[in-house]
């Protein structure tokens, strides 16, 4: 190369190299003024129709569903409403499909195999008066999200008020709840393909526990009791947890209580796993409706570990229902000092436990 040559190509390699570092420069700035940042707070969704409380919730194939409970004036609510959950985890408007054959409230609900179940509770006259149901109703869950008609699917062993229901590949598990006394007992169902239930059985084995509206969750094959109403003047909830494995067959393992107890005693309350975390969240502690969001982290024999605070909701309730979708959790209506309510939270978990929303920070 002559030296004409090596007099242009330098000061173009210079140019060249100045280039390419304006460009990283420009790319670590767009990066850094666009960041996720994670904040541990819960974010407002799309308010659903009709407030109600004691209600029960359910999420399948992009959908997420309401059923039952009572309304602003004490009304049992039939109207069964859904709406689609968008790829980013925001709900669209929520929409009526077919209504419930029987009202009722503190109902549990289970979404599988393409149908949509709900599972006992209470219906009749509020009060002493009120009765616990055993019926169980389905309805086949359409391509669109929308319901088929409700009918009739089968009947639980035993009546019961704010029990809990858990799912596991084909099986539903109902726990605890009220039929005149606080139940210790759990019984379960497979589901078949037509979607049709299998007789309920009862298990063997029965918590060490007689909780009511109490909460629970499954983590793998782990499966938890949480907290819970007590009849004690002096002491109205339990802080405790309680854990039983579920075996190949369907039954579970004996119940034993867990080390840790939550911050704070309640019943009313919504519990949920994600991850290898437990949660639970809102309720009633005998003297107000809370607000606050506790976790543990669970080890790999499903032991659960020391409580701490989350992200608190925006508005404390009780009675409320609360739903996992992916790596986002759903809650929904409950009640409020300020009445029935139809407002909707989410927050989405961080790798840490912590639960919060993403946002990108842009200046």
Request: avoid cysteine; glycine fraction near 8%; proline fraction near 3%.
């Amino acid at each position: 190369m002559n030296t004409r040559n090596q007099n242009y190509l330098l000061p173009f390699l210079f140019i060249t190299l100045l280039a390419i570092i304006a460009v990283f420069l420009l790319k670590s700035k767009h990066d850094e003024t666009n960041r996720a940042i994670f904040t541990t707070s819960w974010q407002s969704a799309t308010p659903f129709i009709t407030p109600r409380r004691a209600l029960a919730a359910a999420a399948y194939n992009n959908h997420l569903y309401i059923l039952g409970g009572i309304d602003e004036h004490n009304r049992y609510v039939h109207a069964v409403e859904y709406t689609k959950i968008d790829a980013d985890g925001q709900l669209e408007k929520w929409q009526t499909t077919s209504r419930l054959n029987e009202g009722r409230f503190y109902l549990a609900a289970a979404a599988i195999n393409g149908y949509l179940y709900a599972i006992g509770g209470a219906r009749g006259e509020l009060g002493e008066n009120n009765t616990p149901v055993a019926t169980v109703e389905k309805a086949k869950i359409n391509a669109d999200g929308s319901l088929g008609i409700w009918e009739f699917a089968q009947t639980l062993t035993t009546p019961r008020r704010a029990l809990t229901v858990n799912q596991r590949n084909n099986q539903i598990y109902a726990l605890g709840g009220y039929n005149g006394i606080f139940l210790h007992s759990i019984e379960y169902t497979s589901v078949k393909a037509d979607g049709t239930l299998t007789p309920w059985q009862l298990s063997t084995e029965q918590s060490k526990v007689d909780r009511y509206i109490h909460s629970s969750a499954l983590a793998n094959d782990n499966l938890y009791l949480l907290a819970g109403h007590m009849r004690n003047d002096q002491t109205v909830s339990y802080g405790d947890v309680e854990l039983s494995q579920l075996t190949d067959s369907g039954n579970l393992s004996p119940w034993h209580i867990e080390a840790t107890t939550l911050l704070t005693p309640r019943f009313i309350a919504a519990a949920f796993s994600l991850g290898d975390y437990l949660y639970i969240l809102a309720g009633h502690d005998g003297a107000r409706r809370l607000n606050t969001v506790e976790f543990a982290p669970l080890d790999d024999k499903g032991h659960v570990g020391s409580w701490q605070h989350t992200a608190p909701l925006v508005i404390p309730r009780s009675g409320t229902a609360a739903v996992v979708y992916h790596n986002k959790v759903y809650v929904l209506g409950g009640i409020s000092q300020n009445g029935v309510l139809n407002s909707v939270e989410v927050a989405t978990q961080a790798a840490d436990g912590n639960l919060g929303h993403f946002s990108e920070i842009t200046h």
